[in-house]
């Protein structure tokens, strides 16, 4: 057996996973975990990159002896390191309204349409090309959040491959950064270093690391795919070529892996994007907003007074009439943070359906739309890729809805695979695996650890197709 440490760094809290590679296998267990949050300073919204980085190492101490170390994260932020080695400045958080502003001029440079043909990345005010065109603090590098905190483990500056394909500062068709574009845009490529491919071993561990984490000095870093959803999709266990698969967490994120990127108008429209996999291979996907309206209807209910037990709510939700009531998750009303039960429900009153009441009717409806959302994005998918989904893999969080998997196989009718619920942590481990060579290198010896880690349950669709058609004629009705 080898132990590995699986830093998973999200928005909301991060955590240290350790992964015990055995033979055919990677068991998984939490060393620890730590709340993260950005904080408001006079306007401007920062990271608390140093209180993640304590959690890190408080983290890595708790896992113990471990071989390697591999850090994932979310996409697209980044923090900004001196010509002395140290941190210029708190990372600015994704969210901050800066952004938009510098994407509008940005925008005035080069139209949406040809920076989505040159990087296949939607022009959203939050990626890392529109943030560098807003940053005022002079800097040597600019290092993306688990590349920082990978460059504080072992001291190697390292721009991995999967996280920095999100920026939208890379040229599809070299994987390079794009020269045109930052001159373009006025933007000093000097802040990134070369591509770094992923699997690389940065170096081991320094001195002080090991020292603050009872480490060994021998302990080595690992450039994993570093951008989290890269990571989920490395360990996602195919059982054939035509398969697609959702990242289903507060997000659902339905693609598919692809050899060559979609940069056409049709693409940009539909909202899909271009992101590149652990292999090198062009992840086609597109955001819909998952489990977050499910996620916020029970904080609100809870901070009311209500005892709200998930297991019986979902078992509540499953006895509702299907299809009662739908809403679209991915309308702008639904963004933010609230009371997101009394929005649904006059969502439902504007569209003239039935209103949800109670919980459970609630859940109801929540889950019978991002089953519908799901079944829209799978057949985007079909329509711009040219190719059918046979099978839909479920991986994260949303793997251990049930109610969720066998909605989605119902509105898609097509069987779903739910698992693993640990994709990212699990995605991590295996590319560091194969990165010392402890499994055979390739995506298909990879699936194929993955499958025997996670053992996915098989959900196949129930029923016609026929109310689930006219319930999606009705979902494109639901956008006020």
């Given at each position: 057996m080898t132990l590995l440490a699986a830093v998973d760094l999200g928005a909301s809290s991060g955590r240290v996973m350790a992964a015990h590679v055995r033979g055919d296998r990677i068991d998984l267990a939490e060393a620890a975990r730590f709340p993260n949050r950005a904080v408001n300073v006079r306007g401007r919204?920062?990271?608390?990159v140093l209180g993640l980085w304590s959690g890190v190492l408080d983290g890595l101490r708790a896992v113990g002896d471990a071989a390697a170390i591999g850090v994932d994260s979310w996409a697209v932020d980044y923090g900004l390191i001196g010509h002395d080695g140290h941190l210029a400045a708190n990372p600015v958080c994704y969210r901050d309204i800066r952004n938009a502003a510098a994407r509008?001029?940005?925008?005035?440079?080069?139209?949406?349409?040809?920076?989505?043909?040159?990087?296949?990345?939607?022009?959203?005010?939050?990626?890392?090309?529109?943030?560098?065109?807003?940053?005022?603090?002079?800097?040597?590098?600019?290092?993306?959040?688990?590349?920082?905190?990978?460059?504080?483990?072992?001291?190697?500056?390292?721009?991995?491959?999967?996280?920095?394909?999100?920026?939208?500062?890379?040229d599809q068709a070299t994987g390079d950064w794009s020269a045109d574009l930052a001159g373009r845009l006025g933007l000093d490529l000097g802040l990134l270093g070369p591509v770094t491919p992923t699997g690389t071993v940065l170096g081991p561990v320094l001195s002080d690391v090991a020292a603050a984490t009872g480490l060994a000095l021998s302990t080595k870093v690992i450039a994993t795919a570093s951008h989290d959803t890269a990571a989920a999709v490395a360990a996602v266990p195919y059982e054939g070529d035509r398969a697609a698969y959702i990242s289903c967490g507060t997000w659902s994120l339905v693609g598919v892996e692809r050899d060559t990127p979609i940069t056409g108008a049709a693409a940009l429209e539909a909202g899909f994007t271009n992101e590149r996999g652990a292999d090198g291979s062009i992840r086609f996907l597109r955001n819909v907003a998952g489990l977050w309206l499910l996620n916020e209807a029970v904080g609100a209910w809870r901070s009311q007074g209500l005892d709200i037990d998930l297991a019986a709510l979902l078992a509540d939700a499953a006895k509702v009439e299907r299809l009662r009531s739908v809403v679209d998750p991915d309308d702008a009303r639904f963004a933010d943070p609230g009371d997101m039960a009394e929005r649904i429900r006059a969502c439902c009153a504007e569209t003239g359906q039935a209103v949800p009441e109670s919980p459970a009717e609630v859940a109801a409806c929540v889950l019978?739309?991002?089953?519908?959302?799901?079944?829209?994005?799978?057949?985007?998918?079909?329509?711009?890729?040219?190719?059918?989904?046979?099978?839909?893999?479920?991986?994260?969080?949303?793997?251990n809805n049930a109610l969720l998997c066998q909605l989605t196989a119902d509105a898609t009718g097509r069987p779903v695979?739910?698992?693993?619920?640990?994709?990212?942590?699990?995605?991590?481990?295996?590319?560091?695996?194969?990165?010392?060579?402890l499994i055979a290198p390739g995506p298909q010896a990879r699936r194929a650890v993955a499958r025997a880690s996670a053992r996915p349950r098989r959900f196949a669709p129930r029923g016609s197709q026929t109310p689930w058609a006219s319930a999606a004629a009705r979902f494109q009705t639901c956008t006020a």
């Open positions: 919204l920062y990271w608390d509008t001029k940005a925008l005035e440079q080069i139209s949406a349409a040809d920076l989505f043909a040159a990087t296949g990345i939607q022009p959203q005010p939050f990626n890392t090309i529109f943030q560098l065109a807003a940053e005022t603090i002079s800097a040597h590098r600019a290092l993306l959040i688990p590349d920082l905190i990978g460059y504080w483990l072992s001291g190697v500056p390292a721009w991995e491959a999967t996280n920095a394909s999100t920026t939208g500062l890379i019978d739309s991002l089953a519908l959302a799901h079944r829209r994005a799978i057949a985007s998918l079909e329509d711009l890729t040219g190719d059918p989904v046979e099978t839909i893999h479920i991986v994260g969080g949303g793997a695979l739910a698992g693993p619920d640990e994709a990212t942590a699990l995605g991590n481990a295996l590319v560091q695996a194969q990165a010392l060579g």
